[in-house]
């Protein structure tokens, strides 16, 4: 019986460990397997040395300092570390925070657990391309806020945001501007220093680095920015997140942090034009379109809506031998349709009928022909069974029709 082919296209969701980053944490779990805060013998001392140039791997990859980076267990734990954190940090000059509706569910619902903690924030709109207003942004801006926190570029539509005039208006008012930039550390430049950002966030695991190992960068001067730890313990990581640090995980995010480094530029190149492929060929079929705005978005990813078909139904027809994501929440086990699509007007059944096209590091041309043809094979087949496309085709005005209940 022949191997099932299988084909991954949701790098956003995670990528595989880069055999280079493998080989650079094996020694840690064998040879030097030391804690890296037994400050007294040569095992501790390893362990120490293999995390300091981590730390100075992944600060370079933001244009950081080494000091500024504290690690943790992921973008998850970072976000409430830096979301709490200052919070309880700066709980004397105000306690209003800005987010965005489209932003990442570790974000908002953490911003949700702020406001039970008394807290009080701001949820902006996005537009149709799912770009936000930096009008609303700064007219939103109140004397008690003490933070703004907008994501770089979206996990969903891959839409970049423009940071450079979110950090100015930020300074301009005296606020922090904190940013989860996860979906694009290490795939294209990010240098916080000049962006003004001074708190961010990001994870390994979407860089072909381990999962379970992240990182919350810190500004350290004009501002310095201080939060508080939120797990307490050994005062690890200069205080501010306590706990055993994950020695080889970190030395693999600091190898997985320099090779993006040397190949960012040749990889959203290639991704880029095979994305431009995939997104092309699936344009043809009529009543297609892509969510978000393609002026700036990441190089790797699509996000394209097929009217009248369901994504998990579409998802079906090729037996799930394509790893894709599709327009329903991908965080809840009910098929709600995704809130980053609902957020910038596409209605249920356009959400509903949408997949995320993530390409990476190791996507070949093989992978996107194939995809192309079992995407429009599908989409096809979907459309030839749905009596609703008939209609469509008929020119019947579905938002006219009613339907009944039974």
């Keep these: 019986m022949e191997q099932k082919r299988r084909i991954y296209l949701d790098n956003n969701a995670t990528t595989p460990v880069d055999p280079r980053v493998v080989e650079a944490m094996i020694p840690y779990f064998t040879n030097h397997f ?83 903690m008394g807290g009080e924030v701001t949820y902006l709109d996005v537009n149709y391309d799912a770009t936000i207003n930096l009008d609303e942004l700064e007219a939103a801006i109140k004397p008690n806020t003490i933070l703004v926190s907008v994501m770089f570029a979206n996990n969903e539509t891959g839409v970049i945001q423009d940071m450079k ?94 090779i993006a480094m040397q190949d960012m530029e040749k990889d959203a190149a290639r991704l880029s034009k095979m994305r431009d492929r995939l997104q092309n060929a699936l344009l043809e079929l009529e009543e297609t379109t892509i969510n978000g705005t393609t002026a700036s978005r990441m190089p790797h990813v699509t996000n394209m809506s097929f009217k009248h078909v369901e994504g998990e139904g579409l998802m079906m027809t090729f037996n799930q031998e394509i790893g894709l994501s599709s327009g329903s929440a991908c965080t809840s086990a009910s098929l709600e ?12 059944d356009l959400a509903h009928s949408s997949l995320r096209f993530s390409l990476g590091r190791f996507t070949t041309d093989a992978d996107i022909d194939y995809t192309i043809e079992a995407i429009k094979k599908g989409v096809n087949h979907m459309r030839d069974l749905s009596p609703i496309w008939e209609m469509y085709k008929e020119g019947i005005d579905l938002s006219q029709v009613e339907w009944s209940e039974h």
């Design 165 to 258: 005039r979110i950090g100015e208006i930020c300074a301009k008012h005296g606020v922090l501007f904190m940013s989860d930039i996860t979906q694009a550390a290490g795939k294209i430049p990010v240098n916080v220093k000049e962006l003004g950002i001074h708190l961010a966030t990001f994870t390994a695991h979407k860089m072909y680095g381990p999962k379970g190992v992240g990182a919350l960068f810190v500004n350290r001067i004009k501002p310095r920015v201080k939060v508080t730890a939120q797990i307490d313990g050994g005062g690890h990581e200069r205080g501010m997140r306590s706990g055993t640090l994950n020695v080889p995980g970190i030395v693999g995010f600091g190898k997985a942090a320099e």
């Design 337 to 348: 349709p995704s809130y980053v699509l609902v957020a910038m007007g596409l209605g249920d």
């Design 34 to 116: 030391g804690n890296a805060a037994s400050r007294n013998h040569p095992f501790g001392w390893e362990a120490e040395e293999g995390v300091d140039y981590a730390r100075e791997q992944v600060a370079k990859l933001i244009g950081a300092e080494e000091k500024e980076i504290i690690f943790t267990s992921g973008a998850t734990e970072a976000i409430n570390l830096a979301l709490k954190g200052a919070f309880e940090m700066y709980a004397k000059k105000g306690n209003h925070i800005i987010t965005v509706k489209t932003e990442h569910k570790a974000v908002l619902d953490t911003c949700k657990h702020i406001e039970k």
